[in-house]
């Protein structure tokens, strides 16, 4: 089992800057891949970022657009998402996923095994 803690969120101004981070612990050898998903209220959860746990590969969702970058810290089995230039559009619940099998498909909710209960990002205009 992973256990997945997100931390960070907040409140933030347009075009402001929010760092989260996700702390993963547990059995953390069998992370393959770390991802953010966000939700929005009525919305469905969104893919945000993946990233490949032993080599930093990262994959992000087509609304990113340059503003977000995902990190990791192996040995402190950490994550972060450094996001700059946040819209009011980017208001969501963000959650941590983790996964323990490879996948081609790291943009799905379903290659994740693992999840944190979200950190709540509000950008006001």
């Known amino acids: 089992q992973v256990q997945l803690v997100e931390s960070g969120g907040g409140l933030a101004q347009a075009g402001g800057s929010l760092r989260l981070s996700c702390a993963a612990s547990?059995?953390?050898?069998?992370?393959?891949?770390m991802g953010w998903f966000r939700q929005a209220p009525g919305q469905e959860r969104e893919f945000v970022a993946s990233?490949?746990?032993?080599?930093?590969?990262?994959d992000y969702g087509d609304f990113v657009r340059g503003r977000f970058t995902f990190s990791r810290d192996t040995a402190k089995k950490l994550g972060h998402l450094q996001m700059n230039e946040l819209e009011p559009e980017d208001t969501a619940i963000y959650y941590c996923?983790?996964?323990?099998?490879?996948?081609?498909?790291?943009?799905?909710?379903?290659?994740?095994?693992?999840w944190g209960r979200g950190t709540q990002v509000t950008v006001a205009s």
């Open positions: 996923a983790a996964a323990n099998s490879r996948s081609l498909l790291t943009s799905r909710r379903e290659a994740y095994a693992y």
């Open positions: 990233i490949v746990w032993s080599n930093g590969l990262v």
């Open positions: 547990g059995l953390t050898s069998s992370i393959i891949y």
